[in-house]
């Protein structure tokens, strides 16, 4: 079983900044495809980004491309989301997740998810 702990969120105003960190324990973290999703009051859960196992292929929701990055660090079981410019519209809680296999924006497709992370951006 792996277990995923999001870390990193706060308040910021537009037009900020914050790193998003999620620490995996188990031993499938290395191999496994990661994603990040959040939630906005009212919302259902949306696709935000996606990396596969090896780090070599990423995958973006229109809505974050060009300001938000997705990354990790098998080495240190981290995936990391980099988030810039942020916008009124992003505030949401935000979850990881781990596919155990391909990479999607689907969320039936991730098997272990984090207990998120509260982003909030003020205008």
């Known amino acids: 079983q792996v277990q995923l702990v999001e870390s990193g969120g706060g308040l910021v105003q537009a037009g900020g900044s914050l790193r998003l960190s999620c620490a995996a324990s188990?031993?499938?973290?290395?191999?496994?495809?990661m994603g990040w999703f959040r939630q906005a009051p009212g919302k259902e859960r949306e696709f935000v980004a996606s990396?596969?196992?090896?780090?070599?292929?990423?995958d973006y929701a229109d809505s974050v491309k060009g300001r938000f990055t997705i990354s990790r660090d098998n080495a240190k079981n981290t995936v990391y989301l980099q988030m810039n410019s942020l916008k009124p519209e992003d505030t949401a809680v935000y979850y990881c997740?781990?596919?155990?296999?391909?990479?999607?924006?689907?969320?039936?497709?991730?098997?272990?998810w984090g207990q998120g992370t509260q982003v909030t951006v003020s205008s």
């Open positions: 997740a781990d596919a155990r296999g391909t990479a999607t924006k689907y969320a039936q497709g991730y098997d272990y």
């Open positions: 188990g031993r499938t973290f290395s191999r496994s495809a």
């Open positions: 990396i596969t196992w090896r780090g070599g292929s990423t």
